[in-house]
């Protein structure tokens, strides 16, 4: 018999915090690099972040999209770059929604393993 592992609102809450985090920063720390110019790439990296700490936590898609999409237009708006970096939002909110929905699939507490 294997070990099973209950995943709590809690433990989902921590693992989507760190995702989130280290996600947003990520790319908003790529993005800000001279030369980088792949709007796609980091759009699409948006979403998947957003999508991920959403699904994790299957709670607070607004959260998440935050903690993933606002480091980029932070850093560029700072930098003087243009205001349309607030796009990002709109990328972590999409990539948090379809996560959240698919986070919701799973029910917290569930046991998994």
């Known amino acids: 018999m294997g070990a099973r592992l ?3 609102h809690r433990s989902r809450d921590a693992l989507a ?3 989130a985090i280290t996600g947003g920063l990520a790319i908003a720390w790529i993005d800000s690099r001279p030369g980088w110019d792949d709007t796609a790439i980091s759009a699409g990296l948006l979403l998947l972040a957003a999508g991920l ?3 994790l936590s299957g709670r607070r898609p607004g959260l998440w999209a935050a903690l993933v999409g606002l480091p980029t ?5 700072a930098r003087g770059g243009d205001p349309a970096a607030l796009a990002a939002l709109a ?3 999409l990539g948090a929604a379809v996560g959240y929905s698919v986070g919701r699939v799973v029910a917290p507490g569930q046991i998994v393993g």
């Open 91 to 93: 990328f972590a909110a």
């Open 53 to 55: 700490a959403a699904a």
């Open 17 to 19: 915090v760190v995702a």
């Open 73 to 77: 237009p932070l850093v560029e708006i």
């Open 6 to 8: 209950v995943w709590t």
